[in-house]
């Protein structure tokens, strides 16, 4: 059974950072492209960012709100992909969602994980 | 980057309607078009990839088509379990990008 796990979410101040981890299950982790995707309080939902495989240069993708100041990373020997989150701003708070993409290239998601709350506030 | 526009943005209906929900690209997506199902307080769930193809596991009441910018999810007999909000999205070019939703209520 394919199974997403958030993790590390919480409360932190404007222009602090935090890392939030995605444990993988299930399935061969390291054959698929990974994301993640939030989704502010009472809002619809926004994709965050993307890596690749290995295959693939272990390359990203980055929503433009977010690039500068998230890093997506994936350590295929722990199963776990990451998201650092730096100089986090107020309308960063939100539900982050990792999503499993099927295959490569122009690939759907199929599993999501369940998410974990970031709140940005002082 | 591609808008994509969801219409309506709630509607109402009852157990046993049809309901059809539409959504239209800025431009052409060459049918790299996914729809996912969302109930409060959970994660998305993924129904249909590639405008018309059912994710595994995914009841056949739920059916996707369209090509180029128009597509539509249709729900053949709404059921209970069925009232949700559901979004379409984009997977042909980044930023990959998402309808602003529809919430299908109870009439």
């Known amino acids: 059974e394919v199974q997403l796990v958030e993790s590390g979410g919480g409360l932190v101040q404007p222009g602090g950072s935090l890392r939030l981890s995605c444990a993988a299950s299930g399935f061969t982790f390291s054959d698929h492209y990974m994301d993640w995707v939030r989704q502010a309080p009472g809002k619809g939902l926004e994709w965050v960012g993307r890596t690749r495989k290995k295959a693939n240069g272990y390359t990203t993708e980055y929503a433009a709100s977010v690039k500068g100041r998230f890093t997506i990373s994936r350590d295929d020997s722990k199963n776990s992909l990451y998201l650092q989150m730096n100089s986090l701003k107020t309308e960063d708070t939100a539900v982050y969602y990792c999503?499993?993409?099927?295959?490569?290239?122009?690939?759907?998601?199929?599993?999501w994980g369940q998410g974990t709350l970031v709140t940005v506030s002082s | 980057d591609i808008q994509m526009t969801q219409s309506p943005s709630s509607l109402s209906a009852s157990v046993g309607d049809r309901v059809t929900i539409t959504c239209r690209a800025s431009h052409g997506i060459n049918n790299y078009l996914a729809w996912f199902q969302q109930k409060p307080g959970k994660a998305p769930k993924s129904l249909i990839y590639?405008?018309?193809s059912l994710q595994s596991g995914v009841p056949s009441k739920f059916s996707g088509s369209g090509s180029g910018t128009d597509f539509t999810l249709t729900i053949s007999s709404l059921q209970p379990e069925d009232f949700a909000t559901y979004y379409c999205?984009?997977?042909?070019?980044?930023?990959?990008?998402f309808g602003g939703g529809t919430k299908v209520e109870i009439k």
């Open positions: 999205q984009q997977y042909n070019d980044y930023p990959l990008t």
């Open positions: 999503t499993r993409a099927a295959g490569a290239g122009y690939t759907p998601w199929d599993y």
């Open positions: 590639a405008a018309s």
